[in-house]
């Protein structure tokens, strides 16, 4: 993601407001005599239990939880946590084996061994949330535990992506004394064994994270506390930023809050971290609705949307059009809705849906989540109604709702067509596919896409050699784009706010786009 060179990274990977004179002139000891340091966040979790989130909590749970495998800074593959070792026990990829680390505790004092992991893992499976993160587990037949410190994933098909899997945040070890077998645990708690423990929580408004005294991994802490702080719009966290209310912002950056913190941040003291991104925005087709189920309308819109206007003039061109469900920069990544349908075409969309028979102009409506990706979610959803309204084969109407209720709703199927984001559980083509289709997905929406997981993606999981597998991805894709029940609309970028005095912003990015928050320091001297 980053340069690892920290001198080059500043010249490189780094857009910094702030004037940096030279590389090693600032201290990198913590210095915690201000208080905890306080980042701002559009991202508010919508759980608590791991069992229960596939979603942006995971940004939470990174640093409260601990998995058995993680992303130091600047790693772009699992490398041991909660474990001492891990790795592949057999060469068809169909055996996984785990050594934890010795004298592992929770948060609480309690002992963390396999027969915890075993328990935090069969758990999700137990659960099964609709939408939840079970269907990541797909290709796990069982856990064995050998002995308190070892355990053997056993799979049911050979699949090179599950060291990938258990560095998710999905797969954070619980406390079995602590979280329900069978059901979610509901009383706003956490015990984990993170590098923080989560001192208080205030749902929607406050998270007040601390050193975890027990932790043992990978992570050196270079602060003692965060206080996360969540905010409902941008202009109100950068006004914070501004008024030294919180320290470091992260996620939700409004483009006209990016656009000007980038001329005249340094004036306030501010300087503007920004790195490559996966992070991708894309439209859902419900095959239940009597409309979005028809192909020719879904291809319609697929010709109709302007994803270059949508980045332009919404996002002021901190966003990047995106033409496929993998973003670049990934092994594998197409531009399979460019090359088939070509610039928007409302003639084209006409011809598409007279072919099907459809003449009348065509109701949609669209929904979108008010809280959660962003204060642009909204002009951007008004841009599309727009763009389908004008070419006159379209009447839409939208509706949007607070994260909470708006993920309940998709998971019921409510939604005629709605917006999703999606920052990655790791960074492989795989994850940009396999969470949206089959049965049991991440969308609550099922989509069979029977050559796809019965054939491509098993293929894929053979390799562990992830550049050998491009034409499997290559393939997938263009399912995707022949289905059209996903439509891509652009990439993101990473974009970190922060007063001067903070440090540590550039190498707090993991490759999910997850903020490491033990990262995040005060500089102690110029």
């Given at each position: 993601?980053?340069?690892?060179?920290?001198?080059?990274?500043?010249?490189?990977?780094?857009?910094?407001?702030?004037?940096?004179?030279?590389?090693?002139?600032?201290?990198?000891?913590?210095?915690?005599?201000?208080?905890?340091?306080?980042?701002?966040?559009?991202?508010?979790?919508?759980?608590?239990?791991?069992?229960?989130?596939?979603?942006?909590?995971?940004?939470?749970?990174?640093?409260?939880?601990?998995?058995?495998?993680?992303?130091?800074?600047?790693?772009?593959?699992?490398?041991?946590?909660?474990?001492?070792?891990?790795?592949?026990?057999?060469?068809?990829?169909?055996?996984?084996?785990?050594?934890?680390?010795?004298?592992?505790?929770?948060?609480?004092?309690?002992?963390?061994?396999?027969?915890?992991?075993?328990?935090?893992?069969?758990?999700?499976?137990?659960?099964?949330?609709?939408?939840?993160?079970?269907?990541?587990?797909?290709?796990?037949?069982?856990?064995?535990?050998?002995?308190?410190?070892?355990?053997?994933?056993?799979?049911?098909?050979?699949?090179?992506?599950?060291?990938?899997?258990?560095?998710?945040?999905?797969?954070?070890?619980?406390?079995?004394?602590?979280?329900?077998?069978?059901?979610?645990?509901?009383?706003?708690?956490?015990?984990?064994?993170?590098?923080?423990?989560?001192?208080?929580?205030?749902?929607g408004k406050q998270a007040e994270l601390v050193r975890n005294?027990?932790?043992?991994?990978?992570?050196?802490?270079?602060?003692?506390?965060?206080?996360?702080?969540?905010?409902?719009?941008?202009?109100?966290?950068?006004?914070?930023?501004?008024?030294?209310?919180?320290?470091?912002?992260?996620?939700?950056?409004?483009?006209?809050?990016?656009?000007?913190?980038?001329?005249?941040?340094?004036?306030?003291?501010?300087?503007?971290?920004?790195?490559?991104?996966?992070?991708?925005?894309?439209?859902?087709?419900?095959?239940?609705?009597?409309?979005?189920?028809?192909?020719?309308?879904?291809?319609?819109?697929?010709?109709?949307?302007?994803?270059?206007?949508?980045?332009?003039?919404?996002?002021?061109?901190?966003?990047?059009?995106?033409?496929?469900?993998?973003?670049?920069?990934?092994?594998?990544?197409?531009?399979?809705?460019?090359?088939?349908?070509?610039?928007?075409?409302?003639?084209?969309?006409?011809?598409?849906?007279?072919?099907?028979?459809?003449?009348?102009?065509?109701?949609?409506?669209?929904?979108?989540?008010?809280?959660?990706?962003?204060?642009?979610?909204?002009?951007?959803?008004?841009?599309?109604?727009?763009?389908?309204?004008?070419?006159?084969?379209?009447?839409?109407?939208?509706?949007?709702?607070?994260?909470?209720?708006?993920?309940?709703?998709?998971?019921?199927?409510?939604?005629?067509?709605?917006?999703?984001?999606?920052?990655?559980?790791?960074?492989?083509?795989?994850?940009?596919?396999?969470?949206?289709?089959?049965?049991?997905?991440?969308?609550?929406?099922?989509?069979?896409?029977?050559?796809?997981?019965?054939?491509?993606?098993?293929?894929?999981?053979?390799?562990?050699?992830?550049?050998?597998?491009?034409?499997?991805?290559?393939?997938?894709q263009q399912i995707l784009v022949d289905d059209a029940r996903?439509?891509?609309?652009w990439q993101g970028k990473q974009f970190v706010a922060a007063?001067?005095?903070?440090?540590?912003?550039?190498?707090?990015?993991?490759?999910?786009?997850?903020?490491?928050?033990?990262?995040?320091?005060?500089?102690?001297?110029?």
């Open positions: 993601m980053f340069n690892r060179n920290p001198c080059l990274r500043h010249l490189a990977a780094v857009t910094s407001i702030t004037l940096v004179a030279g590389c090693g002139v600032l201290s990198s000891a913590s210095s915690d005599d201000k208080g905890p340091i306080v980042v701002g966040t559009t991202s508010a979790p919508s759980t608590l239990d791991p069992a229960a989130s596939w979603d942006g909590s995971w940004e939470l749970f990174r640093n409260i939880y601990q998995t058995l495998l993680s992303y130091p800074s600047g790693a772009t593959t699992p490398e041991p946590d909660a474990a001492q070792s891990c790795g592949f026990a057999d060469t068809s990829n169909l055996v996984y084996r785990c050594k934890l680390r010795a004298d592992m505790k929770f948060s609480d004092g309690d002992t963390l061994d396999a027969r915890a992991v075993k328990y935090s893992i069969d758990r999700i499976k137990r659960i099964n949330l609709s939408g939840g993160p079970a269907g990541l587990l797909g290709s796990l037949d069982r856990i064995q535990v050998v002995n308190a410190r070892e355990l053997l994933f056993h799979l049911n098909k050979s699949d090179a992506t599950f060291p990938f899997v258990l560095a998710t945040p999905a797969m954070s070890i619980v406390d079995p004394d602590d979280y329900p077998a069978h059901s979610l645990r509901k009383d706003g708690k956490v015990f984990g064994s993170g590098p923080y423990s989560l001192r208080s929580y205030e749902d005294d027990h932790y043992k991994g990978f992570a050196e802490l270079k602060n003692d506390a965060v206080t996360i702080r969540y905010f409902q719009d941008s202009g109100e966290m950068v006004d914070a930023l501004k008024d030294k209310k919180i320290d470091v912002t992260f996620r939700g950056l409004a483009s006209k809050d990016i656009v000007s913190l980038r001329s005249k941040g340094a004036d306030n003291g501010l300087q503007l971290v920004e790195g490559a991104g996966m992070e991708i925005s894309y439209l859902v087709f419900n095959p239940k609705d009597p409309w979005a189920k028809k192909l020719a309308v879904r291809k319609a819109v697929a010709q109709v949307i302007d994803r270059a206007a949508i980045a332009h003039k919404v996002y002021k061109d901190t966003v990047d059009p995106l033409y496929s469900m993998v973003p670049a920069g990934l092994t594998g990544h197409t531009t399979g809705f460019f090359d088939d349908y070509g610039d928007p075409s409302s003639s084209k969309a006409r011809q598409i849906l007279s072919a099907a028979g459809i003449t009348e102009r065509v109701p949609l409506t669209l929904w979108y989540t008010t809280d959660r990706y962003g204060s642009e979610t909204a002009p951007e959803f008004q841009e599309i109604k727009r763009q389908l309204e004008d070419s006159g084969l379209f009447r839409v109407s939208l509706n949007g709702r607070p994260w909470k209720t708006y993920e309940e709703g998709y998971r019921k199927g409510e939604y005629p067509v709605f917006g999703r984001g999606w920052f990655p559980d790791f960074p492989d083509a795989e994850n940009f596919i396999a969470p949206f289709v089959g049965l049991q997905n991440a969308l609550g929406t099922p989509y069979p896409a029977p050559r796809i997981t019965d054939t491509l993606l098993p293929a894929s999981r053979r390799e562990s050699d992830r550049g050998a597998v491009v034409k499997e991805f290559e393939a997938a996903l439509l891509p609309l007063s001067e005095e903070i440090s540590g912003g550039e190498q707090a990015l993991d490759p999910s786009t997850i903020m490491m928050m033990w990262e995040l320091h005060r500089k102690t001297s110029w």
